[in-house]
C-alpha cells in the first residue's frame, strides 16, 4: 500500500507541474468557450451554438467545465484536473487488479495533461465496469453507463458484456437508460448532428499508411477521398467489430474489451490521438507493453509536428514531422492489424 501511496503522490506531482507548465491544446479553450456559452445563453445553447468545432460529449462534461469557469482562477490548469483524478484513479484500481503499480507512462501525461483530454474519466469507468463484472454485475452496468455519460466510446463494450450475463436485459437497462435520460432534455436536431454525427479526427488507423505512401510521392491525399476512406471505414468497422465480438466471446472479458479497441485502431480511420489511450490499461493488463511504446511514439511525434505549442517547442520543419508520422503511425496500425489477426483465431 505504501508503494502505492508513493507511486500515486509522484504521478500527481509531476501531472500538476506539467499542466501548470503549458497550456493545454484547443480542445481547453473549447472547453472553456462551452462553458461560457452555458453561462450567458443557458443548458439549452449546448450543441445548438457549437458548430464552429463540434462537441462530441454527452451532456455531463460540460457542468465539470461550467463549475471549473465558475471556482477557477486558472481555468486551463483546473480543467485538467479532473483527468489527472482519472488518471490515478486508473493507477490505484490496477494496483487493487494485479497488484503491480502501472504508473501508464508518456500516453497518459500526453493525452490527460500535455492535450488536456478528459478520457481517463470514461476509460476508469470501463476498467472498473470490467472489474465488477462478475461479482458486481449492476454496479459494473452502471459503472459503464457512467462512462458513456462522459463520451461515448465505452458503449463499444456493451455487446461483449451481454455475450457474458444471463441477464442480458438487466445489464443494458442498467447501463443505458442513465444515458437515455441525461440526453432527453437536449434532443434536437443539434445533438444529432454533434454527438451522432461526429467521424472522429483522422490521423490515425488505415489512412495513415495511404497518407504515408502520398508523402512518400512528394504528394498529399485529396480530401474527397480521405472523406470517402473515412465513410467507408465506418461500415467496415462495423461489419468486423460484430465479428470481433463474436470470435472473442470465449476470451476473458479484459482481452476481449482490448480486441474491441484494437478493432477500432484497425479498421476505422477516424482515430484521433487521444484515442490511443482507451486500450492502454487493458494493454497491461495482457502484458502487451508494445501498445504502449508504439502509442507513446506515435503521440509524442504528433505533438511535435502539429502541436508543438502544447509542448512549448518550436515547430519542426515539416518533411521531418511527415516522415516521423508517417513511419510511426504505419507501425502502429501493423501492429494493430497483427494483434486483431492473432486475437480473433
Not at 33 to 42: C, M, P, Q, T
Not at 114 to 131: A, N, R, T
Not at 291 to 304: K, P, Q
Amino acid at each position: 500500500m505504501r508503494k502505492l501511496q508513493v507511486a500515486l503522490l509522484v504521478a500527481l506531482a509531476v501531472r500538476v507541474c506539467l499542466a501548470l507548465a503549458t497550456p493545454g491544446s484547443f480542445d481547453v479553450h473549447v472547453f472553456g468557450v462551452v462553458a461560457d456559452s452555458i453561462l450567458e445563453n443557458g443548458p439549452q445553447s449546448l450543441y445548438r451554438m457549437t458548430p464552429r468545432f463540434f462537441y462530441p460529449y454527452p451532456p455531463v462534461w460540460v457542468w465539470v467545465e461550467v463549475l471549473v469557469r465558475l471556482l477557477a482562477v486558472n481555468f486551463p490548469f483546473a480543467i485538467r484536473l479532473p483527468g489527472i483524478i482519472g488518471d490515478l484513479a486508473i493507477i490505484a484500481l490496477l494496483w487493487k487488479w494485479t497488484g503491480k503499480i502501472y504508473v501508464l507512462g508518456p500516453v497518459a501525461l500526453l493525452i490527460t495533461v500535455i492535450h488536456g483530454q478528459f478520457d481517463s474519466i470514461p476509460i476508469f469507468f470501463c476498467l472498473l465496469s470490467v472489474y465488477w463484472f462478475q461479482k458486481k454485475p449492476d454496479a459494473s452496468a452502471l459503472a459503464l453507463a457512467a462512462g458513456i455519460c462522459f463520451k461515448s466510446f465505452p458503449v463499444l463494450l456493451l455487446p461483449a458484456m451481454l455475450l457474458r450475463t444471463q441477464h442480458k436485459l438487466r445489464y443494458c437497462a442498467l447501463a443505458l437508460i442513465p444515458v437515455c435520460l441525461i440526453l432527453i432534455p437536449f434532443i434536437s436536431p443539434f445533438l444529432i448532428r454533434e454527438l451522432f454525427n461526429y467521424q472522429g479526427v483522422a490521423q490515425f488507423g488505415p489512412l495513415v499508411p495511404i497518407r504515408s505512401l502520398y508523402i512518400l510521392l512528394g504528394s498529399r491525399i485529396p480530401d474527397e477521398m480521405q472523406y470517402q476512406i473515412l465513410s467507408v471505414s465506418r461500415l467496415l468497422f462495423v461489419i468486423l467489430y460484430s465479428v470481433t465480438i463474436f470470435l472473442s466471446r470465449r476470451e476473458s472479458l479484459p482481452k476481449a474489451a482490448y480486441l474491441v479497441f484494437i478493432t477500432f485502431y484497425t479498421f476505422y480511420a477516424g482515430i484521433g490521438p487521444q484515442y490511443l489511450y482507451w486500450a492502454l490499461p487493458f494493454a497491461l493488463l495482457q502484458g502487451e507493453y508494445l501498445f504502449s511504446i508504439l502509442a507513446t511514439t506515435c503521440l509524442f511525434i504528433t505533438y511535435i509536428g502539429w502541436m508543438p505549442e502544447t509542448l512549448l517547442l518550436d515547430p519542426v520543419p515539416t518533411w521531418i514531422s511527415r516522415i516521423g508520422y508517417g513511419f510511426a503511425g504505419t507501425v502502429f496500425w501493423f501492429y494493430s492489424l497483427y494483434y486483431w489477426l492473432r486475437g480473433i483465431k
